[in-house]
C-alpha cells in the first residue's frame, strides 16, 4: 500500500468512526456511559478493524495484479521482494479477464476467509472464548474494559459481512459492497 492509499485509509476510517458518534473532531472518543452501548461500540470498533484489515489486503494484492511495474516494500533482493516480482510477472501475463477473475475469487475469498473467522470466535470447540477492549487515556493508561459480546455470547458472524457494507472503502478501491456484487 502506498503513503497516498494508507492515508486515504485513515481519513475514510476515522470519518466512519465520527458518522458513527465514536469520535469527536479531535479524534477523542466519545464512549457512552451505558455498559451496554460501549459494549456494541467497542465491537464495532472491532469490526471496523477487521474490515480495514480486510480492505488493505485487497489494495494491496489489487495493486500487485494490475501494477506490473508496482514497488514492492521488501528490501531489494529479499524473499518477499522476489515473490514481489513473481506475483507481479505471472499477473501481468494474463488478459484483463483473467485478473478481474481473480480480484474476485481474492475479494470472495477474503470474505470468507471473514465469516470463518468470526464462526470460530463464535464457535470456540475448546472453551469459551471473550473478547474484551480496554479503553486507555492519553497517558495509555487503563480507564475501564468493556465485555464485547454483550449479552455472553459472541454471534459475531452474523455481523462481519455487514460490516463489510458498514465500514469498507468498497468501489473505491474496486472492492464492491454486497449491494454493488453481481450474483
Not at 480486510?54 to 501494477?67: G, K, P, Q, R
Not at 475479494?107 to 464457535?123: E, G, M, N
Request: glycine fraction near 8%; include cysteine; charged fraction near 30%.
Amino acid at each position: 500500500m502506498t503513503e497516498k492509499q494508507r492515508r486515504e485509509n485513515q481519513k475514510h476510517y476515522l470519518e466512519c468512526c465520527r458518522r458513527e458518534g465514536w469520535l469527536d473532531k479531535d479524534n477523542n472518543h466519545l464512549w457512552p456511559e451505558d455498559p451496554e452501548a460501549r459494549a456494541d461500540m467497542g465491537r464495532g470498533l472491532f469490526g471496523l478493524a477487521l474490515t480495514n484489515a480486510l480492505d488493505s489486503i485487497f489494495i494491496d494484492w489489487n495493486d500487485l495484479i494490475f501494477n506490473p511495474k508496482g514497488r514492492t516494500k521488501a528490501t531489494p533482493g529479499s524473499i518477499v521482494d522476489q515473490l514481489d516480482k513473481h506475483w507481479r510477472s505471472g499477473f501481468a501475463s494474463m488478459t484483463e479477464e483473467q485478473k478481474d477473475f481473480v480480484v474476485q475469487v481474492i475479494d470472495d475469498l477474503l470474505d470468507s476467509v471473514a465469516y470463518k473467522f468470526a464462526i470460530t470466535l463464535d464457535r470456540f470447540d475448546h472453551g469459551n472464548l471473550s473478547l474484551h477492549l480496554t479503553a486507555v487515556d492519553d497517558q495509555q493508561q487503563p480507564k475501564f474494559t468493556v465485555q464485547i459480546q454483550p449479552h455472553g455470547f459472541l454471534e459475531m458472524f452474523q455481523d462481519v459481512l455487514g460490516w463489510r457494507d458498514q465500514f469498507g472503502r468498497g468501489s473505491a478501491i474496486g472492492r464492491p459492497t454486497s449491494e454493488e456484487e453481481e450474483v
